[in-house]
């Protein structure tokens, strides 16, 4: 504050008449009145321009909803210039296989828009307060379909020998998977039952009362002779083999691959003729050409089971005893695996030697009854043995 200030502060009383006074006090009077016809005039103005002035060129923007979210547009915004937003959030759903990939694009529910619960246009405006709901499209899922399904069991093989024997029973497991119908993928596999291992016992010492049968096949080695080994090989079941030295000579190999299966080989003459039909020479031929090829045997098969005291002598001389069958299943007769377990169900018996062919001609049924009938001996309390555990 100034000296100045201060003094015209002072003296400012001392002008003041009476008159001035009383006319203050009158504008002091007066003053809220003049200010609420301000104010009414105001409010008048205001209402005359909001109902009269477009609201548009007033309120430039609008609050909506969009999926529930609070969104400043400019005013009259239509849908369609929503394009960019809405082609964001609303797709059609795609039918998609089990696994979850997609089969067909787009090929699901349309996606849905609706403007304050009501249908909505392209050309639909948006205005102050608006809600608008975009639902996406839904996803179809393809069909599916349940498969039930066994699982096989496994064998375990214990101990070491030319004696097999079925130790405790084997039992399948079951399992159910779900595929889908269009794209057969398989998505979830629940196994209900888990298998239980056939459990096999490998010995060359024989129990007491143990029922012994061999396994023999005959005029190989040959085109089945393959299938055969595989086929005892699923059930861990050793053989003897009755080969031609001439078959042998030209497949080595596979005798070799007999000889490492643990199975036994043995002589069935060079070219399988009826040997009581030859002179000594001869057959002394027949067998000795053969056993060069397949080396040390034990025994000789004459073909056809034809033989004579002269054979018997002639083979005794080379250390040859001789061996036929007790179950011919005639499986060179008859190609069936029905067949070949029907004869070995009416002929096995302890002791049994169960004569069937791996060469001669086509042995494929032969090869595939081989399980069925291995299966059976051991489900009939049967042991599997080679010719020379057999017969001691
Ligand atoms: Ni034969």
Request: hydrophobic share 40%.
């Amino acid at each position: 504050m100034t000296a100045a200030g201060g003094s015209e502060y002072l003296r400012a009383p001392q002008r003041t008449s009476r008159r001035t006074l009383r006319r203050r006090r009158r504008q002091s009077r007066r003053r809220p009145l003049r200010t609420a016809a301000w104010a009414a005039a105001t409010l008048v103005c205001s209402l005359i321009a909001f109902f009269l002035v477009p609201t548009g060129h007033v309120n430039t923007r609008v609050i909506v909803q969009i999926n529930g979210a609070v969104l400043s547009l400019p005013a009259r915004t239509m849908v369609s210039q929503l394009q960019p937003l809405s082609a964001l959030l609303a797709r059609p759903g795609s039918v998609l296989d089990i696994t979850g990939d997609v089969i067909q694009l787009g090929a699901g529910t349309e996606p849905q828009r609706q403007l304050d619960g009501g249908p909505v246009s392209a050309t639909s405006t948006l205005a102050e307060g608006d809600s608008l709901l975009i639902r996406q499209g839904e996803h179809m899922l393809e069909g599916i379909r349940r498969v039930a399904q066994t699982i096989p069991y496994q064998y375990e093989v214990k101990g070491k020998g030319s004696i097999v024997s079925l130790a405790q029973a084997g039992a399948p497991g079951k399992r159910e998977l779900f595929k889908g119908v269009a794209s057969n993928k398989e998505a979830a596999v629940f196994v209900l039952r888990q298998a239980q291992n056939a459990v096999l016992q490998k010995s060359n010492a024989r129990a007491p009362g143990q029922k012994l049968v061999a396994l023999t096949f005959d005029d190989g080695p040959g085109a089945y002779t393959q299938a055969v080994l595989d086929a005892l090989a699923t059930r861990h079941v050793p053989a003897t083999f009755f080969v031609l030295g001439s078959a042998a000579a030209a497949n080595k190999s596979m005798i070799e691959k007999m000889r490492a299966a643990g199975h036994e080989i043995e002589n069935h003459s060079w070219n399988h003729p009826d040997l009581t039909t030859l002179s000594e020479e001869q057959v002394r031929s027949q067998l000795k050409r053969t056993a060069e090829v397949i080396g040390s045997s034990r025994y000789l098969r004459p073909p056809y089971g034809s033989s004579n005291d002269a054979l018997k002598k002639l083979a005794a001389g080379l250390d040859l005893r001789l061996v036929f069958w007790t179950v011919d299943t005639l499986d060179w007769k008859h190609q069936d695996v029905n067949w070949i377990l029907n004869k070995v169900k009416a002929g096995a018996k302890p002791g049994a030697i169960i004569l069937m062919h791996d060469g001669g001609g086509n042995r494929k049924q032969t090869a595939a009854a081989i399980p069925l009938v291995v299966d059976w001996l051991f489900s009939q309390g049967y042991s599997i043995t080679t010719v020379k555990q057999l017969l001691g």
